[in-house]
Structures are given as C-alpha cells and as structure tokens.
C-alpha cells in the first residue's frame, strides 16, 4: 500500500512538473491572436498562417524564437518590443522546449500538464424580471485542464469549466445537469509531425480573416465535435474536416424545404431528430510571407438518423460537381480570400463566400437565390508615429 502511495505520488508530479506540453491549440479567443495580427501587420510573425487558426504554442513557439533569431530586438519600437516581450512570457516554457530541441534536434519531450482553478462569484440582477433580482448568490466556477504530451508528436488535451455565472450568457452553449452549468470546450487526441497534424476530439476552427472570426464560422460557435487533417509546406497548406453539429427538429440542409430527407413533418407528434454534419477543405497559398490567397469549400448535410456520408465527406470531392448532379442533399458553400502584408505596416484583407450555392437553376431547388457574404477590412500598425524608435 505505502509503495502504491509513492507510484501515485510520482506520477502526479509527472504530470505536473511540465508547464504546459507543446502542442496545444490555443482557444480563438484568446488575447494571443490579436496580439499576433498587430505584430504581423508591423511584417513579424510572418510564418504563422493568418488563415488557419487555432495555432498550437508550439507554432507560436517556434515563431517566436526564429523572430529572436533573425532580428536585433534592441531595435525595434517600443511597443513591438512590450508586445513581444509579452508573447514571450506567455510561452517561455514553450520557447525553452523550442530552444532545447534546436540545441539537440534527437531531443524528445514527455510531460503534461493538470490544473485547477476555483472562483467564487458573487452575482445579484438589476431588473424585476431577473431570475436571481431578489438576493445576492454565490455562484462558484472551476476550471480543470488536463494534457499530456507522449514524445513529440502525440498530444492528449482535454479543458472543461463549471461557470454558473454563465446562467444568464444567451451565447452560452454548454450543458445544465444536476443545477450546474459546464461547457467541455476542449477534449482532443492530435498527431504531429513535421508537415501534418491530425486531430480527434473536439478543437476550435476558424478559416479567412477579420477580427471577428471569419464569414464561415461564427466567433461564437465555438469549438467542434471533429476530426481534422491539416497540411503544410513553406508556400502551400491544406486543411481538411468533418464535425458533426447538435441534433435538431426539422433540419434540412436548405431550411427552406423539408422534402429531401421524407415526407413533411406529422402535426400533433413531435419530429424526428436530425442529425446535422458540417465539412470542408481549404487551400491557402503564401507568396513571399507578404499575400496569402486562399480558397475553400464546406457543407452542411444530415436528416433524421443520417450517418456520415462518406462522398461528402470526400477532402478530394468538388462541391460543384455534387451540385450540378444533384445525388446529395446538401447545403454548399464555396468561398475565397486574400490577405495582403504590403506595404509596411499595413493589412488589406477580404473574404467573400457564396452560401446556398446553386449551379444550373434547373430544379425548383435551384432556383433560391445565391446568398453572398463579404468580409473586407483594413489594419494599420502606426507604432512608429506613437513611439518612435
């Protein structure tokens, strides 16, 4: 039994002894990203993807260390240095793993990370209608992070919180079981290797740019049930995913129609629950670190007891050629983007989606109207007129 005690007492300050392990993905809306596009917009941090997010701390590591390599930083303006330096400090473990590796490129890593975090929240309404107007009432939040990195490649990460302060979050999209708000926002296997990651579990997803998530996915949809493959060289990445979304009532592919998936829902009994499965691929080129042109196509498809459907989800499949043949039932978007670091200190970006794409407007289904989403902005870095070098 005492020698029982001393294996778990070892392994508990295994798991803890690593800060963080290396490949986490860092959520979208974190702090880090905006940081990272204003750094960018000054022309640093430039082999970090502004098109594919989330970034793992290893990536943002790594970027970093080579920004250190390649630049005298007692140069920069002042507000480049404060936000680097910041960065730094966020991921000085990461860096010191990055750095050790360079140093010894035989160097493995095997560490984790547990954490737990408990607040108590003391939290009374304003108005007469507010469930908890009456008297104050504390709500407490915990938040339990575990991770676990075997080697350099294979990472195992999962991050849940218990908010009751999200009560009264009309976004919030956890669950409520046993009087008690909890929203599992990360659970994932991933694999990495030097030109590809795949991931298992549930992650965050954002393509294109603004600074508000992109025109594909909302900022606030959170993360997704998925599994992703994502490839990349110096000048060319891919990315590839299938998720499956919440079940709902009535769900079709085009909302407008109930028809693809049977006959018309049965009044007075309630409809049989959809299951509902988003997927896509993205290419993204980087021409010189300074544009990055992208292209993208993504689905909705399901109904009542749907399974995956494997053409569909096909990463090699073209979204034109199911819509002109009209074999699947599905929702179809299609979409492109650029973003352009020139000149110096400046950041032209759009992006432009199609949704309901249609093709040949030969069916009634056809004829719906395309619906377009575009997406176009400008960032100026105006360090040096603030603070000068």
Not at 350 to 366: A, F, G, N, Y
Request: overall charge neutral; charged content about 20%.
């Amino acid at each position: 039994m005492h020698r029982r005690l001393k294996l778990t007492f070892f392994f508990l300050i295994l798991i803890t002894s690593g800060s963080f392990a290396q490949n986490y993905s860092i959520p979208v809306d974190s702090w880090i990203y905006p940081a990272i596009q204003q750094l960018q917009t000054g022309g640093y941090l430039m082999d970090l993807s502004p098109g594919f997010k989330p970034y793992t701390r290893r990536e943002v590591a790594k970027s970093l260390k080579n920004l250190q390599d390649t630049l005298r930083m007692a140069t920069l303006p002042e507000a480049d240095k404060w936000l680097i330096a910041k960065l730094d400090d966020e991921f000085s473990y990461e860096l010191s793993l990055v750095k050790a590796e360079s140093a010894s490129p035989d160097t493995t890593f095997t560490g984790g990370r547990f954490s737990e975090e408990v607040f108590l929240n003391l939290a009374k309404g304003h108005y007469a209608p507010f469930k908890y107007a009456g008297k104050p009432e504390f709500r407490p939040t915990l938040r339990s992070e575990f991770g676990f990195s075997f080697g350099n490649d294979l990472t195992l990460y999962t991050d849940a919180t218990i908010d009751q302060t999200l009560k009264d979050d009309t976004l919030y999209s956890g669950s409520t079981k046993f009087g008690l708000d909890a929203l599992h926002q990360q659970a994932y296997l991933r694999y990495s290797s030097r030109y590809m990651d795949f991931t298992f579990g549930r992650d965050y997803l954002s393509w294109g740019y603004g600074d508000n998530g992109s025109v594909l996915v909302s900022p606030t949809a959170g993360a997704l049930d998925m599994a992703s493959l994502l490839v990349r060289t110096k000048v060319v990445k891919f990315n590839w995913f299938v998720a499956q979304l919440n079940p709902m009532p009535e769900f079709t592919p085009d909302t407008a129609n109930y028809g693809p998936f049977g006959p018309a829902p049965t009044f007075g009994k309630p409809d049989p629950p959809a299951n509902r499965y988003f997927t896509g691929s993205r290419f993204e080129f980087n021409i010189a670190g300074k544009v990055f042109v992208g292209a993208y196509q993504a689905a909705v498809f399901g109904g009542p007891d749907a399974p995956i459907d494997l053409e569909l989800i096909n990463p090699l499949r073209v979204n034109f050629e199911t819509a002109a043949n009209e074999k699947k039932a599905s929702n179809n978007f299609v979409g492109a983007d650029v973003s352009v670091f020139w000149p110096k200190n400046f950041n032209f970006y759009s992006d432009l989606m199609i949704d309901d794409w249609q093709v040949d407007h030969k069916t009634r289904i056809d004829l719906k109207p395309n619906q377009y989403a575009l997406n176009l902005g400008v960032r100026v870095w105006q360090c040096k007129l603030v603070c000068g070098n």
